[in-house]
């Protein structure tokens, strides 16, 4: 195996606590003569390098197996099972912190990701997730992280998209079991967003949900309000201080696109493109947790 290629690989204790967590293989078709760690590295090295399935190294296995394993475990959502699991792992180990970020980076869309068939999987949006921005075809990755970097939830939207209205389905996303039982936690203590998520509909949900918020006002916003005078209501509270923590998103934002796969949309489809961000996501929260674990 070549040392290069294979320097990125999952080491013994990565692979130890994620095959804890895959489906049980098929007793049904012929046996893949690969063994399932091969398949994944496989698969974590085109999430890494960008490259087409039919380039994969032949070390990995058959390309055409590889894919078939990353496509049967997206639909299954086996790939976003691991991640909830890895959450929860990290609660248990109170490596989570209850104050969360949100933003939104775009990833442009490669020739090969356009000419998707319109009949398409479950979930797959009607636009695939792609819109025309400024320099071309692009899609847009929403996620919400903790200020220590690690991402919560996901969600995929055309490139032009605005990123206030998917404040609330992104935090409705959050879902972070408890190991041994009990109830999921839903709900951070507190949301950091920019100028982009600040509006009424977004801080009366924050407000019902007893979700404190720091997300600085807009100039028309305080204009508006300044302008209607005691009607306008009270400026909301902000601090820019703690503003500051919001760098974890950043942060998390540009470990996310060291994944080429995911700094550039080269997938057809919406759900497969959302499923190589979850893979990203999963091997960064890989290097991060304790070997103990």
């Known amino acids: 195996m070549s040392s290069v290629t294979a320097r990125r690989d999952l080491t013994n204790n990565q692979w130890e606590r ?3 967590w895959l489906p049980e293989p098929s007793r049904l078709g012929r046996p893949i003569a690969r063994s399932r760690r ?5 698969i974590a090295w085109r999430v890494r390098t960008g490259s087409p399935w039919r380039d994969l190294p032949a070390q990995y296995g058959p390309w055409a197996t590889v894919y078939w394993l990353f496509c049967a475990w997206q639909r299954s959502g086996t790939w976003l099972l691991i991640w909830r699991a890895l959450q929860a792992l ?9 104050e969360v970020g949100i933003d939104s980076t775009t990833a442009r869309a490669h020739l090969a990701a356009a000419g998707a068939r319109r009949r398409t999987l479950a979930g797959e949006p009607a636009d695939h997730a792609l819109g025309r921005s ?36 992104l935090l409705e996303a959050v879902s972070v079991a408890r ?3 009990g109830r999921a936690r839903r709900h951070p203590d507190r949301v950091l967003a920019d100028r982009a998520y600040s509006c009424r509909s977004n801080r009366e949900w924050l407000r019902r949900k007893q979700i404190k ?18 009607r306008g209501g009270r400026p909301p509270a902000f601090d820019a201080d703690r503003y500051k923590d919001r760098s974890g ?18 997938d057809k489809l919406a759900v497969r493109y959302l499923a ?18």
């Open 18 to 20: 994620l095959r804890r």
């Open 38 to 42: 091969t398949l994944v590295n496989g």
């Open 90 to 98: 990290a609660r248990d180990q109170r490596h989570l912190t209850w």
């Open 134 to 169: 400024r320099g071309g075809w692009s899609t847009k990755l929403h996620l919400v992280v903790d200020t220590s970097g690690h991402p919560l939830a996901a969600l995929v939207t055309a490139g032009q998209a605005n990123d206030s209205p998917q404040m609330i389905p």
């Open 179 to 181: 190991i041994g039982g």
């Open 213 to 230: 918020a720091t997300i600085p006002e807009p100039a028309d916003q305080i204009a508006n309000r300044q302008r209607r005078g005691a």
């Open 249 to 266: 998103i950043e942060r998390a934002i540009a470990r996310l696109k060291q994944h080429r796969a995911v700094a550039t949309r080269y």
């Open 276 to 293: 190589t961000v979850q893979i990203a996501i999963i091997i960064n929260w890989l290097r991060d947790l304790p070997n103990t674990a």
